[in-house]
């Protein structure tokens, strides 16, 4: 149906861009505003559309001033050093230079296009001074985006999956669909994401581990359209195993579960292995700086599950969960209902409560309450898990977005196996973040990285067009 | 003097669905910035029957978070915030409701509302149609007292009086029950005046939060700020009309000068821009409503809705016919029906959609008290 000239649009589009989500859509708005007849594919439904940006909050951006929707300064020079020390140096310099430099201009870019953002100095994370945050969350962003681009006569189509980008030589023809059809055009943009709902595909990297993570992100990432570029032989970047993982509530949906399935008390108590033994240090370092370390940690436990136990204090010393956590008045009652070893967690409880220091804790700071004598210890805010009634939450680790992608120049442009770029494809987000985020995490920059590079998409795709 | 735990405590099912749906947003928060509803939520950690009718009582209901809701259905968590809040606002209203025995009015509100004004209608019409002579009924008065020759003053005036004491005491025993059972806390006089500047300028009704005034999402997702717009047109129209009625009073009274007025006399004046005021804010609330997005639109509410705008219209215009028509013959008629209206109103008040205003402005003078504290 998007071949023919019969329903109006034309045989072959300036543009078609894969995926509704942020760095589809920059890209889309920024072709169609120089002059390009622009389609947009989404393999979710409306409802669901625009893969992971739908879970998304904020962006990470550089900023030399207090703005209307930043305090402060962020300067480029303590944001490359925030990249350089999440991902160790894994990261290609030019790019990462790159799109820290065009942060600075999303937030005024977003909103002229019909974004909106909370003021400055509003809102539940002490983000405010690098982040800006998106009224409503990333649904609310992509509902202003597409409206903006519909303005502006961009297609849009849902439940449109490409099953395979036609590539040949390094030179794209456009893409078929799930139902066989052809879509023609002269330059091709995918920001089709990545592959966390693809659970047989991380097994190659997991092993059989992956069969026991939860995907928070979207099930539409199945990396369909990436298979297609890497079996074309096209260049790949980062490494099959890394991921955005966080330990999440065990009882969240299979997908699709989002931001409210996170789990914030792992400090505030203990976590268990399936064999009622500890793991890693509870309490190394502040929730938001260790969260997106939590995931792997689980992932690598026997049945990839943990269970953080709590007591009545504790358990108020962090944000509500979306599950009520599963409650007993003893610790021998919890363990069973947890599926635990009664004894042996009542041992393991012991032996920390043992290894605690006398005094409160205080959570607004990294205390050094520490245990002594523990393998291994817990560090801050150990205090004893000793007031019922006591709690705990059921942990498996939760895939928000995997980093394996394809490699591209500061022109968007994808590599091919040789180095060279392709002519007329281009790629942007989650499916290319990899060049910058080779590992690690640094919370709102890949909304960054997808707008930075969804708008050099769209403007490199329009302007060698040569019309 | 009220058992409230037995008025209220009921773990109704859209109750529960609201504490189900505040334990998501809770763990989400992505919404913190639409209004007040959220900051509240932020406060709580548990949502019992009290929680859970403040929260849906502070709620405007313009759907910005629906829109914006990542976990909105298809997702299996179906959190629909907007809709969730109506119905268990709605159900307060009938659970505070003085007296009590009448709070079945509630359900089924359009056709409650819809009965008692026609049979207000009707007894005003037939009345004057019984007790006047037809000459006097079709005949024209002119000039100062023109009305009263058809009523006394004593009776046209007394009547309201007594319907608005049994409203007014109907208010304060809601008002007394909701507090009551929210467990809110007078905040001071700072609350009360963030309370009064939230009711007039309808900041949480508009995006003001967000600090852009951009709108709340239409059914096509499209930001206006027309109910806002709408909403002040009723509540300023109703408020002169109110002020044109006092002043009416005073005339009467201070002055010794009987209605009708002057078309440019201050009673008339008020009553005639209040009145057009409230016509077109209730037209456009009724366009605004039917134009909204239908996965927010509680159906069970609609009828209560729809029957209070459309009251207020046709109070507003009946009036306003009168305006036109003193000076003729059918003066009486006119009469009439604006009188069977207006008493009707006042009588179906305290069981209508007007309640919300009531708890909407004891909701935000709690929240502003509790926002207060918690920011100490």
């Known amino acids: 149906m998007y071949t023919g000239t019969d329903n109006g649009f034309p045989k072959r589009w300036d543009v078609l861009v894969i995926g509704a989500g942020n760095a589809g859509l920059c890209a889309a708005i920024t072709a169609a505003e120089a002059g390009c007849s622009v389609i947009v594919l989404d393999a979710a439904p409306r409802d669901m559309r625009g893969g992971n940006t739908r879970h998304t909050r904020n962006l990470r951006a550089m900023h030399e001033a207090p703005t209307d929707v930043l305090t402060d300064a962020y300067s480029f020079e303590e944001y490359f050093e925030d990249l350089m020390r999440v991902t160790r140096g894994i990261t290609n310099r030019d790019l990462a230079s790159l799109t820290l430099e065009k942060s600075a201009e999303l937030t005024g870019w977003l909103g002229a296009r019909g974004v909106r953002f909370q003021p400055a100095l509003s809102g539940t994370l002490n983000l405010g001074r690098t982040n800006a945050f998106f009224l409503g969350g990333g649904r609310a962003l992509l509902n202003s985006l597409c409206r903006h681009a519909e303005g502006l006569g961009v297609v849009l189509h849902y439940d449109t999956e490409v099953a395979e980008i036609l590539l040949d030589d390094g ?25 966390e709902a693809n659970l047989d595909w991380l097994a190659e990297g997991w092993g059989e581990a992956a069969k026991n993570f939860l995907v928070r992100g979207t099930p539409w990432n199945t990396g369909t359209v990436l298979k297609s570029l890497l079996d074309q032989g096209v260049k790949p970047v980062g490494a099959l195993d890394q991921c955005h993982a966080v330990a999440i509530d065990a009882r969240a949906p299979k997908y699709d579960g989002g931001i409210a399935s996170r789990i914030d008390g792992v400090p505030f108590g203990i976590v268990l292995n399936r064999d009622a033994e500890r793991f890693y240090d509870e309490g190394e370092d502040f929730w938001p700086k260790r969260y997106a370390i939590w995931g792997r940690l689980v992932a690598a436990q026997p049945d990839q599950v943990g269970y953080a136990i709590l007591d009545s204090i504790g358990v108020t010393r962090f944000m509500p969960s979306v599950f009520t956590p599963i409650r007993d008045d003893s610790i021998e009652g919890l363990a069973g209902q947890l599926g635990l070893d009664p004894a042996a967690t009542r041992q393991a409880v012991d032996l920390f409560n043992a290894a605690c220091p006398e005094g409160p804790i205080d959570q607004s700071v990294l205390d050094g309450k520490a245990t002594t004598g523990l393998v291994p210890d817990k560090t801050n805010w150990a205090a004893p898990i000793a007031v019922p009634p006591f709690y705990g939450f059921p942990l498996r680790p939760g895939i928000t977005f995997t980093y394996m992608g394809v490699e591209v120049n500061d022109s968007a442009q994808i590599l091919m196996a040789d180095g060279k770029p392709s002519a007329n494809l281009f790629a942007a987000g989650e499916i290319m973040a990899g060049n910058v985020l080779g590992q690690g995490y640094l919370a709102g920059i890949g909304m960054t990285i997808g707008a930075v590079f969804g708008r050099i998409a769209g403007a490199e795709a329009a302007r060698r067009l040569n019309r | 003097m009220d058992d409230v735990s037995l ?76 809709l969730t809040l109506a119905e268990r606002r709605a159900e307060t209203w009938a659970q505070y409701a003085w007296p009590g025995a009448l709070s079945g009015l509630f359900s089924q509100n359009g056709l409650s509302v819809v009965m008692i004004i026609t049979a207000a209608l009707a007894l005003a019409v037939g009345l004057m149609l019984a007790m006047i002579s037809p000459q006097l009924f079709w005949g024209v008065h002119v000039g100062e007292g023109a009305f009263y020759v058809l009523m006394p003053h004593m009776v046209m005036a007394g009547i309201p009086m007594a319907i608005t004491a049994f409203t007014i005491t109907a208010f304060v025993m809601g008002w007394r029950r909701y507090w009551r059972a929210t467990g809110a806390r007078w905040g001071g006089w700072p609350a009360l005046a963030d309370a009064i500047t939230a009711t007039a300028t309808m900041r949480n009704l508009g995006g003001d939060n967000a600090g852009d005034g951009a709108g709340c999402p239409g059914p096509d997702d499209r930001n206006s700020l027309a109910r806002r717009h709408y909403h002040h047109a009723t509540f300023y129209g109703f ?29 008339v004046v008020l009553g005639t821009v209040g009145g057009i005021m409230l016509c077109v804010g209730t037209a456009g609330l009724w366009r605004e409503k039917r134009r909204m997005e239908p996965a927010v639109r509680p159906l069970s509410k609609l009828g209560m809705d729809y029957a209070f705008i459309w009251l207020l219209f046709w109070v507003s215009a009946s009036g306003l016919v009168l305006l036109a028509l003193r000076e003729t013959g059918l003066m009486g008629l006119t009469l009439a029906i604006h009188l069977g209206l207006v008493y009707g109103f006042f009588l179906v008040l305290p069981f209508s959609k007007f309640v919300h205003g009531l708890y909407r402005f004891a909701a935000l003078l709690a929240d502003a008290g509790e926002a207060r504290r918690s920011a100490v």
């Open chain 2, 239 to 267: 408020m002169l009309c109110f002020a044109s009625t006092s002043t009416g009073t005073l005339y009467h009274y201070l002055l010794g000068r009987e209605a009708p007025y002057g078309y440019f006399e201050l009673p």
């Open chain 1, 171 to 195: 030179f794209c023809d456009g893409v078929r669909l799930a139902d066989d059809s052809v879509v023609l055009a002269k330059k091709v943009i995918t920001t089709a994401g990545g592959f």
């Open chain 2, 7 to 82: 008025i209220d405590m009921a773990r109704t099912p859209a109750h529960e669905e609201t504490a189900r749906i505040m334990q998501i947003c809770n763990a989400c928060r992505y919404c913190e910035g639409f209004c007040a509803v959220f900051p509240a939520m932020e406060r709580r950690r548990l949502f019992d029957v009290g929680d859970t009718a403040q929260l849906a009582n502070l709620c405007h209901h313009c759907g910005a978070c629906y829109h914006a809701c990542q976990y909105a259905p298809p997702h299996e968590f179906a959190v629909n915030v907007p």
